[in-house]
């Protein structure tokens, strides 16, 4: 489930299935790929340098009040409305950064304009959580995947 605030005061409520899951996060991870302007032969260490560097960016300047309060937002609005399947995902490189969007049936649900940085934390907030039910979704590429990023040098 994916609570989506629109800035107009809007949340809706979208729902992934596992099987979509799963190629969000291997599509994100291959888009960050292929928008790289990094060496081929060094792409997946910087990608996986970007990604920490998105992540622990999100963690020195989010307050622990900051989130305390989105905590106790979502879970006033968690069940208030519709639960929308979404059905499809578009995600659009520009040069400022990206769009994402979630698709339904008829006509997209949610749409966001994203930074690289961004992008990252999106990946991983989505990894994340399908980690946490137990989705078990393989990942296509090394430095996404905890196990085969760590390495030891004896």
Same mark, same amino acid.
């Given at each position: 489930m994916v609570l989506f605030d629109d800035q107009s005061g809007n949340i809706k409520t979208l729902a992934l299935t596992r099987r979509l899951t799963g190629r969000i996060v291997n599509a994100l991870a291959q888009v960050l790929k292929k928008s790289s302007n990094a060496p081929s032969e060094m792409q997946d260490d910087i990608i996986l340098l970007e990604h920490q560097v998105a992540l622990q960016d999100r963690q020195s300047s989010a307050s622990s009040q900051a989130s305390g309060e989105r905590l106790v937002k979502s879970k006033q609005v968690l069940g208030a409305g $519709? #639960? *929308? /399947?979404v059905h499809a995902v578009q995600i659009v490189s520009k040069t400022e950064g990206f769009v994402f969007v979630f698709l339904g049936p008829q006509h997209p649900l949610a749409t966001m304009n994203l930074s690289r940085k &961004?992008? *990252?934390?999106? /990946?991983?907030?989505i990894s994340l959580y399908a980690h946490k039910v137990d989705w078990d979704? $393989? #990942? &296509?590429v090394s430095w996404l995947n905890p196990d085969l990023s760590k390495i030891t040098v004896n």
């Open positions: $519709p #639960v *929308h /399947l &961004d992008l *990252h934390r999106l /990946l991983e907030a979704i $393989p #990942v &296509d």
